[in-house]
């Protein structure tokens, strides 16, 4: 079965459950998938459940599914990435946070940083919360991923930090921090990225009394949206991509 039949549907599901899709996917079930009633599909529920389906309503706006048969869990991944990232504006944040999953991320930390040039009110949030959610999920419909990786609100990078499992490792990225090794023997590595205008001198410090690997790109100076796809890749080619 192509990764790409393949749909995040939230809950618990059962052979013989009837499911509705929504109308995005069901026009890009039904136009680009090009599928008809009868034809098999995958459905996971983000937290390691997959279970194979066939359509049983081919309608470009409101197609149904029927489970078939729930096939073995897979486990959550250990020893992954995790990002820490200040809120950036529109779509670069959309980027950021698409990419962080395709590359495996188990954790992404919105950070409220000193230099941040967003700063969401309580109604804005929760409907950034749940739009970012919907570009998890379609990530991992891309990537094949049965596990969502946890999206939580903002904080300050000191909260964050504070917050973090001893077993946690974090990683920053800074032009005065130290060569990137090319070997990393980094277990749960957390990449923090900062705003566009940077960490501010607070934060540094608090990075530095934290003893946070710092690591730098030569001359390199990337985009905060660009950021996090390198990073995490750089990280997971240093420990040779486990899973």
Known sequence: MSRLNRFYIAGAHAPGDALQLDAERSNYLCRALRMSEGDELDIFDGVGGLYRCKVSLAHQRRAKVEVLE???????????????????????????????TELGAQHIWLLQGA??????????????MGHWQRIIA??????GQLWL?????????????????????????????DAMPSR?????????????GGWSDTEKQLFQRKNVATYRLG???L???????VGIALVQQARGWPS
């Open 184 to 196: 990393l023997a980094a277990y749960n590595p957390l990449i923090f990225v900062g705003p566009e």
């Open 138 to 143: 379609s990530a991992c419909e891309q990537c």
């Open 223 to 229: 985009r905060a949206e660009t950021m996090p796809a």
């Open 70 to 100: 729930r096939q073995p869990p897979e486990p959550k991944p250990a020893n992954g990435p995790s990002l820490a990232i200040a809120l950036l504006k529109g779509q670069a944040m959309d980027r950021a946070i698409q990419q962080a």
């Open 115 to 128: 230099r941040s040039n967003l700063t969401l009110k309580e109604d804005r949030l929760a409907q950034k």
């Open 149 to 177: 990786p946890s999206l939580h609100e903002p904080r300050a990078v000191a909260d964050c930090l504070e917050q973090q499992a001893s077993e946690v490792q974090p990683i920053v990225f800074e032009p005065e921090g």
């Open 219 to 221: 001359s390199t100076i």
